[in-house]
């Protein structure tokens, strides 16, 4: 079974700009998160999705944060524009909701910097 | 809103000591998750504890939830230098909703 895939990898930009990130579920997984990792902390949610509809985004700044999951399945996030304390790694998750059984998988993450 | 304290932040041992994390909430938990994640790497996860006084065991590793349901503990025996990373407990945002909300971890370092 394929894993949760992320892309890129690591992403370099100025502070200003603004950046995309791409995430691919595990097939059939009806929720998708985006977390924010930032060095020496654990993974903090920022949206999720349960199908292509938002369940929570309480802690996504809606400023210069949005992110759409438009069929689904795969979704994006973005960030525009980008400040300096938005370097960190983003995580996408997946998970097939059962119950309390909302175990999540992670993908490798996208490692973010803004110089 | 939920949240999870996890201490220490960090642990040095050397190979063939034993390790153990712990993790408090100040409000009961429906269920306590544990994740690891290795240096560079994504969350992986181990192991969920749904029921009051629950203890599992993978190998060396062996989970527990409190009586109370809120706090949890996890006890590396012999650590290895395979279990390097940091380990995280995740507990239900509350509220009716299971979004897992993470504690800041505990990175395990071992010296061979």
């Known amino acids: 079974e394929a894993g949760v895939a992320q892309s890129p990898r690591y992403k370099i930009i100025e502070k200003r700009q603004s950046v995309a990130f791409w995430c691919n579920p595990i097939?059939?997984?009806?929720?998708l998160y985006w977390y924010q990792q930032i060095l020496g902390q654990g993974p903090k949610l920022l949206i999720q999705?349960?199908?292509?509809?938002?369940?929570?985004d309480s802690q996504l700044p809606k400023d210069r944060f949005s992110a759409e999951r438009l069929k689904g399945v795969d979704s994006t996030l973005k960030i525009q524009p980008a400040k300096l304390e938005d370097s960190a790694v983003y995580l996408c998750?997946?998970?097939?909701?059962?119950?309390?059984?909302?175990?999540?998988?992670f993908g490798a993450g996208t490692r973010l910097s803004v110089l | 809103g939920q949240q999870v304290m996890q201490i220490p932040q960090y642990q040095h041992v050397q190979e063939g000591e034993d390790f153990t994390t712990y993790c408090n909430s100040s409000?009961?938990?429906?269920?306590i998750q544990w994740y690891k994640q290795r240096p560079g790497g994504h969350p992986v996860f181990l192991i969920q504890?749904?029921?009051?006084?629950e203890v599992k065991k993978q190998k060396r590793l062996t989970f527990q939830f409190g009586e109370a349901k809120k706090n949890s503990s996890l006890h590396i025996t012999a650590t290895q230098t395979t279990d390097v990373g940091t380990y995280f407990c995740?507990?239900?945002?509350?509220?009716?909703?299971?979004?897992?909300?993470f504690g800041r971890g505990t990175s395990l370092i071992v010296h061979p």
């Open positions: 998750a997946s998970s097939k909701v059962s119950g309390s059984e909302n175990i999540q998988y």
């Open positions: 097939s059939g997984h009806a929720t």
């Open positions: 999705f349960q199908n292509n509809g938002v369940v929570d």
């Open positions: 409000t009961t938990l429906s269920n």
């Open positions: 504890l749904v029921k009051s006084g």
């Open positions: 995740a507990g239900p945002r509350g509220g009716g909703s299971y979004i897992p909300t």
